[in-house]
């Protein structure tokens, strides 16, 4: 295999799991969404939230780990991306790719609490006396604020934030990719971050909130990543078309 193919892999394997990570997220968490009322029930209290996760059952648990590991799948091609695009000794880009590879790991963290640590809690609440469940109210709030609020929705958005904007300025400024992808990331980038103000409310009572932030900001992200995926592989589908015209050429 030549330098040029092990390439061309690097590049196709790379787009094809941006592509397949972020529709899989999107499927795992259209169902999380539709079974559990996610990401609204959030920010609803222990009252609300834990009798629902015990009605959803052993399916929603099932559901939570795929919607975790379905995200995890973006670490593989965020680390590939350097190779993938030629830029493996930038430093501006090893940078950012452990950025985006620790953004992941942190949100699988937090998605993962909801397998492991949230039924134990769901089921003592459920089935525990006024004091018991006054107890476990307190420790669901202590564990929702640390591993939800804070590993997951803050430092793991804010890191996902920092790789996206720092790829798009990479890809506006060395050409790397389309203009467009550029461009999108950093709106897309843009509109993820007003989320922030919904995460911080939970700490800062009155601190302003856009409802639809959270909404159009994950949704336009996953699309970008998607998207990014899709160009990484535009221009080894190009390459071929290329190699097929001169090929025909030659033969005539």
């Known amino acids: 295999m030549t330098s040029t193919d092990a390439s061309s892999n690097v590049r196709r394997t790379t787009g094809v799991l941006f592509i397949l990570g972020a529709v899989a997220f999107a499927v795992a968490a259209s169902v999380l969404s539709s079974t559990f009322d996610w990401p609204d029930i959030l920010r609803e209290p222990a009252s609300v939230v834990l009798p629902s996760f015990v009605a959803g059952g052993t399916s929603l648990i099932w559901t939570w780990f795929a919607t975790a590991w379905t995200y995890a799948i973006l670490a593989v091609p965020v680390l590939l991306l350097p190779a993938a695009l030629g830029r493996a000794e930038d430093p501006v880009m090893r940078a950012a790719t452990w950025v985006g590879a620790t953004s992941v790991v942190l949100s699988l963290a937090g998605f993962l609490r909801w397998v492991f640590v949230v039924p134990p809690l769901a089921q003592s609440?459920?089935?525990g006396d006024a004091s018991t469940?006054?107890?476990v109210d307190a420790a669901?709030?202590?564990?929702?604020?640390?591993?939800?609020?804070?590993l997951g929705e803050h430092l793991g958005q804010l890191l996902a934030v920092a790789w996206s904007v720092t790829i798009s300025v990479l890809i506006l400024?060395?050409?790397?990719?389309p203009r467009w992808v550029g461009v999108a990331g950093l709106l897309v980038s843009a509109l993820y971050l007003l989320n922030q103000g919904d995460v911080l409310a939970t700490a800062v009572p009155g601190f302003p909130v856009w409802d639809l932030a959270g909404l159009l900001g994950s949704s336009g992200w996953g699309l970008w990543v998607a998207a990014l995926g899709l160009a990484i592989l535009l221009p080894l589908r190009a390459t071929a078309d290329s190699r097929r015209k001169a090929a025909?050429?030659?033969?005539?």
């Open 173 to 177: 400024r060395d050409r790397l990719l």
């Open 133 to 135: 469940k006054a107890a």
């Open 248 to 252: 025909t050429e030659s033969v005539v």
């Open 140 to 150: 669901w709030t202590a564990q929702h604020q640390f591993g939800g609020a804070l």
């Open 125 to 127: 609440y459920a089935g």
